[in-house]
């Protein structure tokens, strides 16, 4: 088939060398423009523009679809499918109209549940013990489209949301493969989404990061993994007697009772109920580390994290 496709991340590239190596021909990529980005401000390529780029396809990296202009140049490429992952932009009706086929999303949760910018890392965050990717055939509403196809996988107890992110984009690369070879056959049937149980992954706030002790350890225990690696639910810790930030990578459940806040040895923090031992940090300026490496850099601890 001829296939326009559209994403940004790194989380895109698997199924953009997945849809080269079954033998489609891409006819154009279209990725988000450089952005400025390092000491420099130089711009920087997405991923998927670098890997487009390797492949020796065309990449095109307009602001807005909006134009009468940009629709008519994206129909002009007469493809007979668009696929997006992680695009970025919003696609008007125009461009979901043009390919022959359609659109088709590659999606990072079990619709209805999780529509919107973060699905991986609010499923992690709201203690989802399952989750999925699934191909969904796009229209103008916010993932509302009819699902073709689905992967359902585990939330494990501990797991990051980088770790889910990273399993979902192989996962999700084949999925889409699959797909593509079912529509080809034309056995790829779509039902539509069910209407009881939508909810919203609303764009992570910075605000979000900063951990409250007096939530349940469960709750503090989400709220780090599923901002893990990025952008990292933080703390302060006077150290030396300076209030250092301290972004936490990796945590588990631990035991201990005491006012939230409080410092328990093996670097657990007491919650407002359990407590939550801290298994990766990172302090600010220098890199991340295990727990006893922490310790032995941070002289004594304070009583209480703030």
Request: a neutral charge; one cysteine or more; hydrophobic letters at 45%.
């Amino acid at each position: 088939m001829r296939i326009i496709f559209m994403g940004t991340p790194e989380f895109a590239v698997p199924t953009l060398t997945e849809i080269v190596s079954s033998g489609h021909e891409v006819v154009a990529v279209y990725s988000r423009a450089p952005k400025p980005a390092g000491r420099g401000q130089a711009e920087r390529k997405s991923p998927v523009h670098l890997a487009a780029e390797g492949f020796g396809i065309e990449v095109h990296t307009p602001r807005s679809l909006k134009s009468a202009e940009e629709q008519a140049a994206f129909a002009g490429l007469e493809a007979d499918l668009a696929v997006v992952v992680a695009y970025g932009l919003i696609l008007p009706a125009a461009i979901l109209s043009a390919p022959r086929l359609g659109c088709l999303n590659l999606h990072g949760s079990l619709l209805p549940r999780w529509r919107g910018a973060a699905p991986i890392q609010r499923a992690v965050m709201a203690g989802d013990r399952r989750t999925g990717v699934m191909v969904m055939r796009m229209d103008e509403g916010l993932d509302t489209g009819p699902v073709g196809l689905v992967e359902e996988m585990p939330i494990g107890a501990d797991m990051t949301a980088g770790e889910l992110h990273d399993r979902m984009m192989l996962v999700g690369a084949d999925l889409m493969g699959r797909a593509l070879a079912a529509l080809e056959r034309g056995s790829l049937e779509f039902t539509p989404q069910p209407a009881e149980g939508v909810t919203y992954a609303a764009k992570i706030d910075k605000a979000e990061a900063r951990i409250d002790w007096t939530r349940s350890a469960q709750e503090v225990h989400n709220l780090i993994r599923g901002l893990a690696p990025f952008p990292g639910a933080w703390c302060e810790l006077a150290l030396h007697g300076m209030p250092t930030r301290i972004k936490v990578l990796r945590s588990t459940l631990s035991e201990g009772s005491a006012p939230p806040g409080t410092i328990l040895a093996d670097l657990a923090v007491a919650c407002g109920t359990g407590a939550v031992r801290l298994v990766a940090v990172q302090r600010e300026g220098k890199g991340a580390m295990d727990a006893a490496t922490f310790l032995r850099g941070a002289g004594p601890l304070p009583e209480r994290a703030g």
